[in-house]
């Protein structure tokens, strides 16, 4: 099986100039240089970014030039190489685009998309150095500089677990030095990337390699290297208390069904108390209610919200975040069988709701819905989950937008930080109209309702009937954020993404400074 913290390349940050570092490349920005007057079209040189001014001195002033012969434009994620015949000390000179320069969160992200294509450009390289760092204006100064370091170890992402051999050729650069940015500054980001890097492994494991019962052993391992305080329920212990919502979608499987929850005690004061929820279907062919053939492969990535809590919540305790957090994390996988829940079937929730199942494949929200009322349980000050719930987001939002539903001020808080970051999400509603159509012929509640519209809606609207009244609580649905089935770009690679990890240790350090 994979081991539990993925490797993440060797980082520093020098105070040296970057010519002089010894590398087997040297990475530099560029942004569009200014249209010509005459109207004829021609190609205009780059403008280097911030950080470059001592390797243009060395190329003699002509770096941009040099960097127009050879087609380089500035817009972003284009990459362009020289030889640097001994001008600088890294043999070769590899030119990203940047785009527009700003100061705002947008620019930052553009930084980190470019330093993610340089990186993937660098496969193969020992060691390289980057002035990405030193990229940022005003306000995206400091922005740009985590950018810089979390976009190269991003970009450089692979899962070579279940290979029998890899290809050094293709290796991610072993080892990065980097201008324009502290040491502390390299090693959040660096945190923060092997955090985004955990829940992308846990999604690419194959889904016989991560069932349940696996899945909640390297949640245990992560947490306890981490000195989270951990607990497991097995399918016994979940049959005992209650968890009808867990046990009954995975009771169609040989592989049974875990709650695992990991809790950091935010240190010796803690500022708030945080419950984070994610959905952990290891494996969802839609049991009875079978999903067709095609793309059924990809739901493999259905436990990308466990896989995001329970990353965060080990990075949390990793940058000592003076805040509570408890991950609760429900894990079944999701098969048609003799014994599987069927359509028609009452579940009882944890806490003694009932639920009337009317489309198997709508199996999230039920280990979701005990989830959510056992995190409750524990009074926290917030209350945020994650999930691949719905198809409709895909619909409504695109594959790279979350859709962000809940109490009005933490949706839109929990959304303001999803741009920032440059994971992107955005606020939706939850209509009261619309839980009509959740009325139960026989139940509290039915799973689905019966006509195709508003589908992400009225998941979130079924995931609320199970929050306690008065609890600030968002929903971010990230079906198809979650998991890139195209091909790579910026810094996210193909397979798992590790959206919304980001997002959730944003919340959590604004939470920590301002409650």
């Known amino acids: 099986m994979p081991t539990a913290e993925p490797t993440i390349p060797d980082t520093a940050a020098t105070t040296a100039s970057p010519s002089t570092v010894e590398a087997g490349a040297l990475v530099i920005g560029l942004h569009p240089g200014a249209p010509a007057d005459d109207g004829a079209g021609a190609a205009v040189a780059p403008v280097l970014a911030a950080g470059a001014a001592d ?35 890294a043999p070769r000179l590899v030119a990203v685009g940047l785009g527009e320069a700003g100061d705002d969160a947008a620019a930052a992200d553009r930084v980190r998309r470019a330093a993610g294509a340089a990186s993937r450009a660098l496969a193969g390289t020992p060691a390289a150095v980057s002035t990405l760092g030193a990229a940022g204006d005003g306000a995206a100064g400091d922005g740009a500089a985590e950018a810089a370091v979390a976009g190269a170890l991003l970009g450089g992402y692979r899962f070579d677990a279940h290979r029998s051999s890899t290809d050094a050729g293709s290796a991610p650069v072993a080892s990065w030095t980097f201008t324009g940015v502290t040491a502390a500054q390299v090693r959040r980001a660096g945190l923060v990337a092997e955090a985004v890097a955990t829940a992308r492994d846990l999604v690419n494991t194959a889904p016989n390699v991560l069932v349940p019962e696996t899945f909640a052993q390297r949640a245990v391992a992560l947490g306890e290297r981490a000195g989270l305080v951990t607990e497991v329920l097995d399918d016994e212990r979940l049959r005992e208390n209650g968890y009808g919502g867990i046990t009954g979608v995975g009771k169609g499987s040989a592989n049974t069904p875990r709650l695992v929850r990991l809790t950091w005690n935010g240190g010796a004061a803690p500022a708030r108390k945080v419950a ?10 839609g049991g009875i209610s079978l999903k067709p053939n095609a793309g059924m492969a990809d739901m493999t990535s ?8 329970v990353a965060t919540v080990v ?28 359509p028609g079937d009452v579940l009882t929730m944890y806490g003694g709701k ?58 839109d808080r929990v ?46 609207l079924f995931l ?30 193909k397979g798992g993404t590790g959206v919304p990890v980001r997002t959730l240790i944003a919340f959590l350090e604004d939470v920590a400074a301002n409650g």
């Not at 243009?56 to 015949?85: C, I």
């Open 55 to 89: 390797v243009d001195a060395a190329f003699g002033g002509e770096l941009a030039e040099l960097l127009r012969v050879v087609g380089a434009t500035g817009k972003v994620e284009q990459v362009v190489s020289l030889p640097t015949r001994g001008a600088v000390a």
């Open 276 to 285: 984070l929820v994610g959905k952990g279907i290891t494996f969802d062919t």
């Open 302 to 309: 259905d436990m990308g919200g466990a896989a995001a809590v």
């Open 315 to 342: 990075l949390a305790a990793k940058l000592e975040l003076p805040v509570a957090v408890t991950a609760t994390v429900p894990m079944a996988e999701n098969m048609p069988s003799s014994t599987a829940y069927k």
């Open 354 to 411: 009932t639920v009337e199942v009317l489309n198997t494949d709508a199996e999230g929200r039920l280990i979701l819905a005990d989830a959510l009322v056992r995190a409750g349980e524990d009074d926290p000050d917030y209350l945020v989950e994650t999930s691949t719930l719905t198809g409709a987001q895909q619909v409504a939002l695109g594959l790279r937008t979350a859709g962000i539903m809940g109490s009005d001020d933490l949706r």
């Open 415 to 460: 959304a303001g930080h999803a741009v920032d970051v440059g994971e992107d999400g955005w606020a939706m509603p939850l209509p009261e109209y619309l839980r009509s159509d959740l009325d139960s012929r026989v139940a509290d509640i039915a799973n689905v309702s019966g006509q195709r519209f508003a589908g992400m809606l009225l998941a979130g």
């Open 464 to 493: 609320k009937e199970f929050v306690p009244a008065g609890l600030p609580w968002a929903h971010i649905d990230v079906a198809g954020p979650a998991y890139n089935t195209g091909g790579p770009r910026g810094y996210t690679t």
